[in-house]
């Protein structure tokens, strides 16, 4: 899956959660909406939670195949239960 971690994102919450804490929220870098999603939201949310890097969108695990690739370039953190 190649993507360019250094693109802005638009990060589109599950339409289940938006109404709550999830809100639409725009990412100076790809890499960082993916830790965002991975690290700050509860893993139940990737469904339906979608994010759009360079006109191609990503969802729910594809999201976490992201994070957990190889040339992820920032460092893991504590992942949201």
Known sequence: MAIN???SAELFPSRRYAK???RYRRF????????????EMPEAW???????????RYEGNAIRALYDAADYPLTRGKIAA
């Open 5 to 7: 971690y250094k693109s």
């Open 28 to 39: 100076n870098t790809a890499a960082e909406a993916v830790q965002y999603v991975v690290e």
């Open 20 to 22: 709550s804490l999830a």
């Open 46 to 56: 990737l469904n339906g939670t979608m994010l759009d890097v360079d006109g191609k």
